[in-house]
């Protein structure tokens, strides 16, 4: 039954490791987003991929990076984390780019140690 | 800058009792979403307004869209136990910027 998968649900990474999270969706949407939540706060849109087409905010820091090799599949890296970079990361996928429903995955808890 | 401001942060009400959140852009919106997000959960749609002046209804929940395109509201009546949680409107400008209010809390005193 679910629809946008996330994994792992929790993570720990070493202040500087680079670690990769990962989300697949079984609804073949063309829209995947990658979005950061901290404590308290809304999701904060970090970039997007229409199809292969790679969409990112101007204000998201060098050190995320994402792929998606292909329509189900999309992967947030993130290359020398920091304290600031633990939050939530939510995955979200939708038919087209923000127009109608964004399913969202239930996220995965990152912890810098 | 583009950002949808909301209010208010918080609201505790007793079970029964209507609860009303706001936002509010700046500029003209392409249109607006509302989330829920239950503690320890993850963002749910709720519904996308796109019209001026739009109203919708979801049973006790009663949405708009203002005439200029640049507020919204969410309106719960009588609400329920089952009601908590961060309602989070979200705005699109120009068909290409997506910005989530900062939510409104919302806790319902049984």
């Known amino acids: 039954d679910a629809m946008v998968i996330q994994n792992p649900r929790y993570q720990v990474t070493q202040f500087g490791k680079p670690v990769t999270l990962s989300c697949s969706q079984t609804l073949n949407h063309n829209v995947m987003y990658w979005y950061q939540q901290k404590s308290s706060q809304a999701p904060k849109l970090l970039f997007h991929?229409?199809?292969?087409?790679?969409?990112n905010e101007a204000d998201t820091p060098d050190n995320f990076q994402s792929r998606r090799p292909n329509t189900s599949f999309c992967f947030l890296d993130i290359r020398s984390p920091g304290l600031g970079d633990a939050a939530m990361y939510l995955c979200?996928?939708?038919?087209?780019?923000?127009?109608?429903?964004?399913?969202f995955g239930p996220g995965t808890r990152l912890t810098v140690t | 800058g583009q950002q949808v401001m909301q209010i208010p942060q918080y609201q505790h009400v007793q079970e029964g009792e209507d609860f009303t959140t706001y936002c509010n852009s700046s500029?003209?919106?392409?249109?607006i979403q509302w989330y829920k997000q239950r503690p320890g959960g993850h963002p749910v749609f709720l519904i996308q307004l796109v019209k001026s002046g739009e109203v919708k209804k979801q049973k006790r929940l009663t949405f708009q869209f203002g005439e200029a395109k640049k507020n919204s509201s969410l309106r719960i009546t009588a609400t329920q136990t089952t009601d908590v949680g961060t309602y989070f409107c979200a705005g699109l400008y120009n068909f290409n910027k997506f910005y989530f209010g900062s939510g409104t809390k919302l806790n319902v005193k049984p």
């Open positions: 991929y229409y199809d292969k087409d790679f969409n």
């Open positions: 979200a996928t939708s038919r087209d780019n923000f127009q109608g429903e964004q399913y």
């Open positions: 500029t003209t919106l392409s249109n």
